[in-house]
């Protein structure tokens, strides 16, 4: 019995033994390796700290930290019985629906693709240094040119999207060159055209849709607005029908999140893209170095009003819950998502991926806003939070490019002590011999 | 026609204000694209106060008072938020057009806050069920002739038309932005304090070396931009309506645009509001000429009401391509400035 004991102890210690050496010796390998890879990955992770886009995104972040601190104050000061729920329903953002969750978040995505669009023109714009505040008029004018051929144009059969979008940014582009062109030829500055633009179009856009012989406005009763687009000319649900029924959501975002990589494809890869960027970082050296200046800004700002228009024609053709189309009312206000994209391509640092992660972070916030409002919060306290953010974000960039320099401070502060205490010890010991 | 220019007036004055109001902080360095905002925060400030008075019935008996003390409410209220860019665009030295959109959106946001959380409404028990959506208010006490009703197709001759225009119809804040004009002109080219501001706005560097505090000039510029910019905004509101939602219709937008055509020179900023303003208000009374309910007759087909709404803009447009190929715009506005001590 204890032979047969003993023996089996042996061989449990002997392969104790192995395992622990085999252990060893893989750890010792993996070791090895993983230092290889840390050495190799080193740069990269330095390049990672050091580059434009974490400031960036630091900036960003700081910004909305600081924003949405600003904001729950504000909430706490005007209304401290109902804060904790209004502060509980704001972070919950889309999760508030009532219809569940999965119709929120696409209620939410479906509203945040406009924006998306209009966030990428004013990104662009920006990034070939034009400031366009004329997104809305370039949306607006997508959104007639499209509603137009959605409406009437019926003998086009199955290409009446394509040519509805097609169509629509089009007019978007034709509505973005023109300040491009009073900016280039005239020297007349982008926000002042654009935002004049912006008034020409809300008028020429609901007369001529009020106007009896286009025959796009819904006759019957007191309703100001147009009818809905024709079926062949909505845009499709894709697998959105089943994923997310009726939440209104249709393949527009996956067009938005498509322009905003072409876009970063274009800016950062091609000679074109780097071109545009040149004459915004300086208009002179630019036509130093070759480049027709003027040219580059009609198309800056034409591409910029085309993305808008694009925005704005596949807001017209949303199929909308239940495929009820969406039609557009006819209001003296100028429309609200051209100045909801500044924000968010500020936010981003105008980097057109960003733009797509900073609207869908606005769009969460603002799903919050009615849930919000039943806790005893006006709507707007979503948009001051929004303005808040915005507002430190314009001098978050600054504060964190100069963290390093803190860091500086801090470390000569740290070191002047340091030497003064050592001085001081020396003294001590003097005085001790 | 005598309508057509009292209407007139209650464009121009406003937009000659805030006008003057971008060019005290255009002038010092600071490019303010947030005049919008104030313009709406001073209406709000104005309006409310405005409204609460009437509403307790005090100072009924003097509305000139009454508006007077509102624009100067409404000033404080816009310096107070112009103080919000001063800090982003001098002390912090951020990018002024992104400053300046975050106090618009702000400032959109928080004034249709504060009129709906300010003004609940209660049911008959004392719970809110509502709240109102914008400030009400009687703007008729403020004009000059109240007391003396006068057709304006009963005006005889160019004296009764003056009498109309200019006090019948008119209100003190037409006397109050020309007083606002002439104040001006006077401190930016004769006195020291608006030589020095124009100075750190053409050349802060060498502002700085003769010993001017350009942080200190700048500030006071942007200060003196969010008063003025918030009494233009209740010089706009109070009269054009008899409640204010929280908007002010671009107009702050339009205020820049009349600066740059007006060349950043206070005369010529009041030349263009007058040109803009004649415009605008052709606009919305044009159904009162005969001449042109006949061409409206004559072509049923052209959509006159649109070309009028869209005229003052393109107007506009077109005089901006004339004038600002020599653009006169203070050299350092729009860059911050940095102190390196040297």
């Known amino acids: 019995m204890k032979k047969i004991f003993n023996s089996l102890l042996n061989t449990i210690k002997k392969t104790a033994a192995f395992i622990a050496k085999v252990a060893k010796k893989y750890f010792n390998l993996f070791t090895k390796e993983a230092k290889k890879i840390g050495q190799k990955l080193y740069p990269t992770w330095l390049k990672i700290k050091k580059s434009d886009s974490t400031t960036a995104i630091l900036g960003a972040l700081l910004a909305i930290v600081i924003g949405l601190t600003v904001g729950i104050l504000l909430m706490i000061v005007i209304n401290p019985s109902g804060s904790l729920i209004g502060i509980g329903r704001l972070l919950r953002g889309f999760y508030n629906e009532p219809k569940g969750a999965l119709i929120g978040f696409g209620e939410m995505l479906a509203q945040a693709t406009p924006i998306i669009f209009t966030g990428l023109a004013i990104a662009f714009a920006f990034k070939t240094g034009l400031f366009n505040i004329g997104a809305s008029g370039q949306f607006t004018v997508g959104l007639f040119v499209a509603a137009l051929i959605g409406i009437l144009g019926d003998k086009l059969g199955s290409f009446q999207w394509i040519v509805a979008v097609l169509g629509g940014m089009a007019g978007g582009f034709l509505w973005g060159f023109i300040p491009g062109f009073f900016k280039a030829k005239y020297n007349v500055h982008e926000v002042i055209t654009s935002i004049m633009f912006n008034y020409i179009a809300l008028y020429v856009v609901n007369g001529l849709l009020k106007s009896p012989f286009l025959k796009t406005q819904v006759v019957n009763g007191a309703t100001n607005r147009t009818v809905a687009v024709d079926q062949a000319a909505r845009t499709s649900y894709g697998f959105f029908d089943t994923l997310l029924p009726n939440s209104g959501l249709d393949i527009s975002i996956f067009i938005a999140i498509g322009t905003a990589i072409i876009l970063y494809i274009v800016l950062n890869k091609t000679v074109f893209g780097r071109e545009l960027k040149g004459v915004g970082l300086n208009r002179h050296a630019s036509k130093y170095a070759g480049v027709n200046e003027n040219k580059s800004i009609m198309l800056s700002m034409g591409i910029s009003g085309m993305i808008a228009g694009l925005g704005g024609a596949l807001l017209i053709l949303a199929p909308n819950v239940y495929n009820l189309g969406t039609p557009y009312s006819i209001e003296n206000t100028i429309m609200t998502q051209g100045f909801d994209g500044i924000p968010v391509a500020l936010l981003a640092s105008s980097n057109p991926i960003g733009v797509v992660f900073s609207t869908l972070f606005v769009s969460y916030i603002k799903s919050a806003g009615e849930a919000m409002q039943s806790a005893g919060f006006v709507l707007e306290i979503v948009e001051i939070i929004i303005a808040i953010i915005l507002y430190f974000s314009a001098f978050a960039l600054i504060m964190t490019q100069n963290l390093g320099n803190i860091k500086k401070l801090f470390n000569r502060f740290k070191k002047k002590k340091k030497d003064s205490d050592e001085t001081n010890n020396l003294e001590v010991k003097a005085g001790e011999n | ?342």
């Open chain 2, 1 to 342: 026609m005598a309508f057509f220019f009292a209407q007139a007036l209650l464009f121009i004055i406003p937009l000659l204000i805030v006008a003057l109001a971008g060019l005290f902080s255009e002038k010092s360095g600071t490019v303010n694209i947030a005049l919008e905002g104030l313009m709406v925060v001073g209406a709000f400030c104005g309006t409310f106060f405005v409204s609460k008075i009437q509403e307790i019935g005090f100072l009924e008996n003097s509305p000139h008072l009454l508006l007077i003390v509102a624009l100067l409410i409404a000033g404080i209220g816009g310096a107070l938020f112009s103080a919000l860019l001063g800090f982003l665009a001098i002390n912090m030295r951020a990018n002024q057009v992104i400053g300046g959109t975050a106090l618009n959106l702000l400032a959109a946001a928080l004034v249709v806050f504060l009129i709906r959380q300010l003004q609940p409404i209660y049911d008959d028990f004392g719970t809110v069920i509502g709240s109102r959506g914008d400030i009400s208010y009687n703007p008729e006490v403020f004009r000059l002739g109240t007391n003396i009703l006068m057709d304006e197709n009963e005006l005889k001759g160019i004296g009764d038309f003056f009498v109309y225009v200019f006090h019948n119809q008119a209100y003190l804040t037409l006397y109050i932005g020309i007083l606002i004009l002439v104040v001006t002109t006077i401190v930016i080219y004769k006195t020291k304090f608006g030589l020095r501001l124009s100075a750190c706005g053409e050349h802060p560097e060498a502002a700085q070396s003769v010993g001017i505090n350009v942080y200190k000039y700048r500030w006071l510029g942007i200060l003196i931009s969010g008063f003025l910019g918030g009494i233009g905004g209740v010089v706009y509101a109070l009269p054009i309506s008899v409640s204010f939602d929280g908007t002010v219709a671009g107009y702050g937008f339009l205020a820049l645009a009349v600066l740059i055509f007006g060349q950043w020179k206070p005369t010529r900023v009041f030349l263009a509001a007058i040109f803009f303003g004649l415009f605008k208000a052709l606009s919305v009374t044009f159904f009162k000429f005969d001449f042109i309910n006949e061409w409206i007759l004559l072509y049923p087909n052209i959509p006159f009401g649109t070309i009028f709404k869209i005229l003052p803009y393109l107007a506009t447009m077109v005089v901006l391509a004339i004038s600002s190929k020599t653009s006169r715009a203070p050299k350092a506005s729009g860059i911050p400035f940095n102190f390196k001590g040297r």
